[in-house]
């Protein structure tokens, strides 16, 4: 129990930090789920990719799938934190969007995915998991953009903390 004591007042007091780099580490997922749109499902829907990607620009994109672990982690311990202070809806149903990944990355993985879309190959799962597969990935939006969002106010919050050092000087009656 110390530990974690300790470690929640670590995060606290580095809230920004913390919220800042989950917010870096998650907006690169949305290259991931630009190229779900143009070439994977853009083949499912009309027969042909809008763009294909080889070679450095694929291996940029393998690159940012990795950095979702990373993600999911530290923005999972931004609601969990959240939740610890006060229980919202919201944060739960975020922090289940966000733990769905799971799911998406160790079962129905986008291997899956482009195997039913892109290559027409039949698996033992139905395809009708790729979609599936699919709508896990864009759940991460929202979260994607409450996790700037509380970003963007801790960093408000912060500048007003650092002007409230200096005296506001009192209103003029008028007379």
Partial sequence: MV???KFWRWYEEN?????GMAALLFLVQIIHLLWLL??????KLFGFPLIHFHDLPR?????VDYTEIPAII???LIYIDSLRKEFTTKSLVYLIFLNSQWLHLFWITDEF?????VEGTKTVLPAWLAWVAILIDYLELPVIYDTIKRFVKSKKAEVF??????SIPEPRRIS
């Avoid at 809230?15 to 919220?19: A, E, F, G, M, S």
């Fill in 74 to 76: 530290a923005v999972s």
């Fill in 113 to 117: 995915v482009i195997e039913n879309f």
């Fill in 15 to 19: 809230y920004r930090v913390n919220v």
């Fill in 161 to 166: 903390l650092e002007k409230e050092e200096y």
């Fill in 59 to 63: 291996f940029i994109l393998i690159l």
């Fill in 38 to 43: 143009v070439e994977v499902i853009w083949m």
């Fill in 3 to 5: 530990v974690l004591k």
